[in-house]
Structure formats: structure tokens, C-alpha cells
T-cell receptor, first 113, second 112 residues
Framework: GDSVTQMEGPVTLSEEAFLTINCTYTATGYPSLFWYVQYPGEGLQLLLKATKADDKGSNKGFEATYRKETTSFHLEKGSVQVSDSAVYFCALSDPLNNNDMRFGAGTRLTVKP | EPEVTQTPSHQVTQMGQEVILRCVPISNHLYFYWYRQILGQKVEFLVSFYNNEISEKSEIFDDQFSVERPDGSNFTLKIRSTKLEDSAMYFC??????????FGSGTRLTVV
């Protein structure tokens, strides 16, 4: 079945450091890929998405590129801020599986000033 | 921007009691979902609902769980007899035919 594997956290960085959170997936079809962010005490917010191979999703300085050949969708940001501290979830939605969303385990990011 | 609304934001219940978690999806959306997140853990799929019936459910969604769309606007998750391990954040989501999900802000259920 479809699944998402994320880099385990927690990740602690200093402000302005470079961030990478790895995500790989397994899917029956050609899924859409997503990154969701959950700030402390809040719900899930869509951060970015990509719907086909080689698409790059970007938002708020975060980027991720849909790599079909490596089945990956790694999240990157060039310079993190304290306000980026949150839990980040990689997810996929597979049209061959009713487009049901499947999430990775989440990676907690803490950015220190 | 349209939102998925969940109520209550926090519910405390005694073990063995029935709870109903309520969601109002976006009005023109066709697919409805419940997900669960036990504190500090991953977001887990519970159930999807389309055309007034369950289209898929996970192993977690056993006979203690049920969903309803009673009146064309609400989408409810009922837990018949709550257990301590049902304590979690429950997220409702909806989507139209060809676009992405919109998640609600969640209901935190605490079973004591």
C-alpha cells in the first residue's frame, strides 16, 4: 500500500541555518505530494504541494521538488527562522487509492535564536 | 477563504462514554475524511466518505467508530464507548472532485 517515510526528528537548528527534511514515498499510481505544517497547538496547514514529476512546490521560502526517479520530496529552506519551529508532515494523495491522504510520521523542527 | 469547521475544539469525556465529534465541511466539497493524531505521533487515516457512504476505512476504524452526514452539511464521527487510547486530536477534512484537501483545526479528545 501507499506509504510515506520521513526523516526522524527532532531537528534543532540555529536561526539562518539551512534546513533539509527528507521524505520518500511508495505509491501504486502517480501521487500528488504535499508538505503540511503544524504549529504548536494548531491544526494542519498546507505548506506546499507538487502534482507531477519534476514539479517544484514552494511557499514561505520552503521548497520541495517531486523526484519520481528517487521517489522523494525533500523539504528545504535556505535560512530558517525561529517562527519556523513546528512539526512538518510529508504526505501523498494517490488517485489509484481514492486520493486518500497518507502522512509521514512528522518531523519536529526547533529553531533557536 | 472557505474553512472546514470542527466543534468542539476540546472535549473531555469519561471512559466508556459515547462522544460525537462534529465537522462542517466546505459546502461544495464531495469527499470527507477523518484523521487522528495521538499526541506526538503521526497523523493516521481513519475513514473516507463519499456519496453518502464510507469509501474506505483503516484498521483503527473498528465497530466502536461510525460516521454520518445527517443533514447535508454536518459530518460527524461517533465513538460509541471511548477508551483511554482514543485520546487524540481528531482532524476532519474535505475536498472537491479534483483538488486538494482542506483540514479543520481539529478536536482534541481527552478520555479520562
Amino acid at each position: 500500500g501507499d506509504s510515506v517515510t520521513q526523516m526522524e526528528g527532532p531537528v534543532t537548528l540555529s536561526e539562518e541555518a539551512f534546513l533539509t527534511i527528507n521524505c520518500t514515498y511508495t505509491a501504486t499510481g502517480y501521487p500528488s505530494l504535499f508538505w503540511y505544517v503544524q504549529y504548536p497547538g494548531e491544526g494542519l496547514q498546507l505548506l506546499l504541494k507538487a502534482t507531477k514529476a519534476d514539479d517544484k512546490g514552494s511557499n514561505k521560502g520552503f521548497e520541495a521538488t517531486y523526484r519520481k526517479e528517487t521517489t522523494s520530496f525533500h523539504l528545504e529552506k535556505g535560512s530558517v527562522q525561529v517562527s519556523d519551529s513546528a512539526v512538518y508532515f510529508c504526505a501523498l494523495s494517490d488517485p489509484l487509492n481514492n486520493n486518500d491522504m497518507r502522512f509521514g510520521a512528522g518531523t519536529r523542527l526547533t529553531v533557536k535564536p | 477563504e472557505p474553512e472546514v469547521t470542527q466543534t468542539p475544539s476540546h472535549q473531555v469525556t469519561q471512559m466508556g462514554q459515547e462522544v460525537i465529534l462534529r465537522c462542517v465541511p466546505i459546502s461544495n466539497h464531495l469527499y470527507f475524511y477523518w484523521y487522528r493524531q495521538i499526541l506526538g505521533q503521526k497523523v493516521e487515516f481513519l475513514v473516507s466518505f463519499y456519496n453518502n457512504e464510507i469509501s474506505e476505512k483503516s484498521e483503527i476504524f473498528d465497530d466502536q467508530f461510525s460516521v454520518e452526514r445527517p443533514d447535508g452539511s454536518n459530518f460527524t464521527l461517533k465513538i460509541r464507548s471511548t477508551k483511554l487510547e482514543d485520546s487524540a486530536m481528531y482532524f476532519c477534512a474535505s475536498r472537491p472532485e479534483m483538488r486538494g484537501y482542506t483540514f479543520g483545526s481539529g478536536t482534541r479528545l481527552t478520555v479520562v
